[in-house]
């Protein structure tokens, strides 16, 4: 087991990494972050956050400067790099970047986020920069009195579409849904019905984005009578939904659906021991910054509890002057629960060879691994870390102690 | 290393008159893609010394600059050779693809 760069290494730096980011930096554990580009996430895309408790109204990047100034304050470090790999099939998880470096943890903390979907659509990808947009505050400005189509109803679709309506002559959004019927919130929906420059296009998607150098128009096709019609337009803004950023995790034994969302438990907890998954990554509820924070606080506490588990036990285990014995048991299987009363006995009337550490497979599946354990009970007899031989099962207590002398 | 950021006169007399190979990002303060694209091309600047300039645009403080090439968005990196426009790339790019279309334009 070589040295470990560090204890806790969360991979990105939106608002769920920074929160965990100040737990693990508070709880004094040599705590890492990995973020892509500029630290905070999606949230510098918002303009204006008013939902953020104790912030009455702060601009998405503002409050994301707050938070990681709050990380730096606990002695955080920041790598400014992509992870491209992760090999989590060991106790030390392994982690590689884009820059060709490599770290090393106890724990991992993956709070990568999601990006804008693309719809895919012919003329999206080739007029990107040329009239298709995703990015108002970036880009609204460039349409001064021109025709802009928004495609989405969602939050981000209409207020970024209200925004555009500062620049442009007319904003047309196209709505999947029926009429009147929009994804958004109902303040922003009353804002945007009585927003003059704003026109809708109900039960309808888009098909094509037409135009040769630059944009000049879309192919609408409405859902309910299949019909297809073209709209003029010099830009396209589209805001159909999110992906989780976790295709880098495709290999790597974390469960995932099969939208490449993280499942996790209460802990925050992934399928693999010691990963967590927080934030937009995750499978959940609601995605805003308040409930990203509360996903990272709750992992860097659960991820501190595991490390100090595994501290623990590497201290009373490998470095026991006394010869381990390494109980595997699973609650659930009486066997095992009748074996370790036994195996407690015999060590007694031997006056406490042995130090006997219980496991519990049910929840140290990756101890059951790293011994190579299939069965409860078993019997993994240490002396000073290294295996010297396993036990057979046995009832009888003189074969086992046999087995022990 | 920061990059050099033109303004509409020296843009003329790097990009025109000149006739290096270069590229220049087009680019605003408040653009979060920007943020993220800006670096990528400081870091790749000094593997170019000599060979490939590098320079930035700010859309706000040079609106005629990027109402001449009729953008419609930033960032966007557009790409020069003997005083002659020659690509774009726009939106998030990666090293990859900066260094890719590089050689491609060194190239042709």
């Given at each position: 087991m070589g040295e470990l760069t560090h204890d806790l290494i969360i991979i990105g730096g939106g608002p769920a990494g920074l929160t965990a980011a100040i737990y693990g930096g508070r709880a004094k554990l040599r705590t890492?972050?990995?973020?892509?580009?500029t630290v905070g996430g999606l949230v510098n895309t918002t303009r204006e956050i008013v939902n953020y408790p104790g912030y009455g109204q702060i601009s998405g990047p503002d409050l994301m400067k707050d938070f990681k100034k709050h990380a730096d304050s606990f002695g955080v470090e920041f790598l400014g790099d992509e992870v491209v790999s992760v090999n989590f099939s060991k106790e030390d998880k392994i982690i590689s970047t884009k820059k060709r470096k490599e770290y090393t943890a106890k724990a991992v903390?993956?709070?990568?986020?999601?990006?804008?979907?693309?719809?895919?659509?012919?003329?999206?990808?080739?007029?990107?920069?040329?009239?298709?947009?995703?990015?108002?505050?970036?880009?609204a400005e460039f349409f001064e009195g021109e025709d802009v189509v928004v495609v989405g109803s969602g939050d981000q679709a209409?207020?970024?579409?209200?925004?555009?309506t500062k620049f442009a002559r007319k904003v047309t959004v196209i709505?999947?849904?029926?009429?009147?019927?929009?994804?958004?919130?109902?303040?922003?929906?009353?804002?945007?019905?009585?927003?003059?420059?704003?026109?809708?296009?109900?039960?309808?998607?888009i098909e094509e984005v037409l135009g040769e150098a630059n944009v000049e128009g879309v192919k609408i096709k409405n859902l309910k009578t299949g019909r297809p019609s073209e709209l003029a337009c010099q830009g396209v803004f589209f805001f159909v939904g999110m992906i989780p950023s976790t295709y880098f995790l495709k290999e790597s034994g974390i469960e995932m659906d099969k939208r490449g969302y993280i499942p996790v438990n209460d802990l925050m907890e992934t399928n693999l021991e010691g990963v967590y998954g927080v934030g937009d990554n995750r499978v959940k509820y609601l995605r805003q910054v308040v409930s990203a924070a509360g996903d990272g606080a709750t992992a860097a506490v659960a991820a501190e509890r595991y490390i100090e588990e595994l501290n623990a036990f590497r201290t009373s285990v490998m470095k026991s002057d006394k010869k381990v014995l390494l109980l595997f048991f699973n609650a659930l299987n009486n066997e095992s629960m009748e074996f370790s009363t036994l195996i407690e006995e015999v060590n007694q009337e031997l006056s406490e060879?042995?130090?006997?550490?219980?496991?519990?497979?049910?929840?140290?599946?990756?101890?059951?691994?790293?011994?190579?354990?299939?069965?409860?009970?078993?019997?993994?007899?240490?002396?000073?870390?290294?295996?010297?031989?396993?036990?057979?099962?046995?009832?009888?207590?003189?074969?086992?102690?046999?087995?022990?002398? | 290393m920061p990059l050099e950021q033109l303004n509409a006169k020296s843009f003329e007399e790097i990009i025109y008159d000149n006739e290096e190979p270069c590229l220049v990002i087009f680019s605003r303060k408040d653009c979060h893609v920007c943020?993220?694209?800006?670096?990528?091309?400081?870091?790749?600047?000094?593997?170019?010394?000599?060979?490939?300039?590098f320079y930035y645009v700010d859309?706000?403080?040079?609106?005629?600059?990027?109402?001449?090439f009729s953008l419609k968005g930033v960032p966007q990196i557009l790409f020069f050779k003997g005083g002659e426009y020659q690509a774009k790339l726009a939106g998030a790019v990666d090293e990859d693809k900066v260094i890719d279309k590089i050689a491609e334009v060194l190239e042709s």
């Open positions: 890492l972050v990995i973020n892509k580009g903390i993956i709070a990568c986020g999601s990006e804008p979907r693309l719809l895919n659509i012919p003329g999206e990808k080739r007029l990107q920069g040329s009239g298709v947009a995703y990015c108002a505050t970036c880009d209409i207020e970024e579409g209200m925004f555009i709505v999947l849904h029926d009429e009147g019927v929009l994804d958004c919130n109902k303040v922003s929906a009353e804002r945007a019905f009585q927003n003059e420059k704003m026109e809708f296009v109900w039960n309808s998607t060879l042995y130090k006997v550490v219980k496991i519990d497979t049910a929840t140290k599946k990756s101890l059951a691994q790293k011994y190579d354990v299939k069965i409860v009970p078993s019997v993994v007899v240490l002396d000073r870390g290294q295996e010297i031989k396993r036990l057979d099962y046995s009832m009888d207590k003189e074969k086992l102690k046999a087995q022990l002398r | 943020k993220n694209v800006v670096p990528v091309l400081e870091e790749l600047q000094p593997q170019y010394q000599d060979r490939v300039g859309v706000e403080e040079d609106k005629n600059l990027f109402q001449r």
